[in-house]
């Protein structure tokens, strides 16, 4: 938790890049990892921008899937 407020910061700097993020929860609702979709022009930018995140830098991530995705549905807030 003592990361927390850095790596909030740190994602602010992506503005509308930053398209949404958060934990991902297990059944009782205890964080089990993380989410975020970000806009990058590559994999080596994805990268990198997961490599500056300040959880990243702190050792708190096992591992990172860099995975693509094409946005073919948004449906807007109600």
Do not use: C, Q, W
């Amino acid at each position: 938790m003592k990361t927390r407020p850095a790596h909030l910061e740190y994602f602010k700097t992506y503005g509308n890049k930053l398209i949404l993020g958060g934990p991902m929860l297990d059944d009782d609702g205890n964080p089990k990892g993380s989410m975020m979709i970000i806009e990058a022009a590559n994999e080596t930018e994805a990268r990198e921008i997961s490599a500056n995140d300040p959880y990243s830098k702190a050792g708190l991530f096992e591992d990172v899937s860099i995975i693509p995705f094409n946005t073919v549905i948004v449906n807007p807030p109600a």
